[in-house]
Nanobody, 125 residues
Framework: VQLQASGGGLVQAGDSLRLSCAVS????????VGWFRQAPGKERIFVAA????????YYENSVKGRFTLSRDNAKNTVHLQMNSLKAEDSAIYYC???????????????????WGRGTLVTVSS
């Protein structure tokens, strides 16, 4: 299983970006795909995730209402639409996948078996 994240860049506060996570080797319909981010000098934290089996999406509180995770089943790709970006959203964003993630662990990075390389998002204020 491989995951490839893309779509990062440099934007101004208030702008939007769409990140994509292309998954190969496993259908996202039966796979949990999550997004995590790591800012310089900080730990990696949960951003959003979709459990493929139920198509339920979870968000970290600070991004609710601004970020939207969606699935393109035909392309086996998960997107993270990020609107109203803030300087504090600047980080390396990683997508990750797992097939044995239960609801209570969806925000825990330890449950994810597969990780893609990160994509850098920089938001200037």
């Amino acid at each position: 299983v491989q995951l490839q994240a893309s779509g990062g860049g440099l934007v101004q506060a208030g702008d939007s970006l769409r990140l994509s996570c292309a998954v190969s080797g496993r259908t996202i319909r039966s796979f949990t795909v999550g997004w995590f981010r790591q800012a310089p000098g900080k730990e990696r934290i949960f951003v959003a995730a979709n459990r493929g089996s139920s198509d339920v999406t979870y968000y970290e509180n600070s991004v609710k209402g601004r970020f939207t995770l969606s699935r393109d089943n035909a392309k086996n790709t998960v997107h993270l639409q990020m609107n109203s970006l803030k300087a504090e959203d600047s980080a390396i964003y990683y997508c990750a996948g797992g097939s044995r993630i239960i609801v209570s662990n969806v925000r825990n990075e330890n449950g994810y078996d597969y990780w893609g390389r990160g994509t850098l998002v920089t938001v200037s204020s």
